[in-house]
């Protein structure tokens, strides 16, 4: 039996993932499966990283004692040292609906020193640090290691401040999901043979209702969108190698998790009807996108636990068959 596994992706640039995909010989030592579905999905299957909220961008300074180029150059290199702890950032031109950091730089006798302003999409300035002296010569001839060396050395700060600024957003958001349950547009399930579709969606909407998650009909009342696509293939003996994926979509249609199952399947498991394997597999998926929900979720200080880490910026925002019946 090959585990299910759980997978998150970060965005931009960094993906955090777990091979769903084994080779064909670890297959072919798989045999039957009495219980489909059932067993654990291992130490490996139930790590998850912390999906990402909405970008915090990082535009290139306009205001900061650089030419275009370098302008451009350190803004990267600020987003890339963000996102290597974990704040989801982009350097690209922001919106006045971004979250975003804004660079500035002064003169202070031979060097440079660079201020930094924190903005929410309500225009309120959360934060403001000043980075460490630089040399103004290196700055302004736009040298690598010295654009390098000093985004490097704010970023740990700049990341700390987020997180705080974070959690006392959503702690005071009344309509955060810090402070109600997650709405979850599920859009149903494609792919799969026999009733497949059916039997897996109507199974799902039952678990993930027992699991607390409030499932809407209306997709502008959604936190969260879901959707399941199921692939069969082929594997001799009257066997289908089976791969279930559900992944859940943050309201702006970004992926920022997946739950994946892969099993090897008899035909007559699926066809015509799913029955219990579909009960099965969709208590084992319920578990695995509450996590990934869990996890998406901001936490106020004193709330994180063992469920999950503080989320970064947001905006306030299962044998046996049925007769058919």
Known sequence: MIPARFTNRKLPGV????????????????????????????????????????ELVVPPPQQAMLDDQAAKTYAKL????????????????????DWRLLTTASLS??????????????????????????????????????????????????STDLKAINAEVQHSNPASLENRPAHVDFTGVTGAP?????????????DLGSAGIVLVKKPADADFVLTGKVKATPHGSGA?????????????????????????????????????????AAQQAALGIKQVIV???????????AQGQQA??????TGAKPAKG
């Open 295 to 305: 996890n998406a979720t901001p936490k106020a200080p004193g709330k994180a636990g």
């Open 78 to 97: 600020l987003a890339a040292d963000l996102v290597k702890r974990d704040v989801p950032t982009v350097d690209t031109k922001a919106t006045p609906t």
């Open 240 to 280: 289908d190698i089976v791969e279930l994926d559900w992944f859940v979509k943050d309201r702006r249609g970004k992926t920022i998790g997946r739950v994946s199952q892969l099993h090897e399947l008899k035909k007559s498991d699926m066809v015509p009807y799913w029955g219990d394997v579909a009960r099965a």
């Open 109 to 158: 006798g031979s060097d440079v020193i660079p201020h930094f302003r924190i903005i929410g999409p309500n225009g309120h300035v959360y934060d403001h640090l000043d980075g460490a002296p630089v040399s103004a010569s290196a700055w302004a001839n736009g040298d690598h290691a010295t654009l390098a060396t000093s985004a490097e050395s704010i970023a740990a700060k700049l």
């Open 312 to 317: 970064k910026p947001k905006k306030p925002l």
């Open 194 to 206: 026999g009733d497949g579709d059916h039997s897996l969606a109507l199974n799902l909407r039952r």
């Open 15 to 54: 993906v955090t993932c777990l091979a769903v995909l084994a080779s064909c010989l670890a297959l072919a030592g798989c045999g039957t499966l009495p219980q489909p579905f059932l067993g654990k999905p291992g130490h490996e299957g139930q790590i998850l990283s912390v999906p990402p909220p909405p």
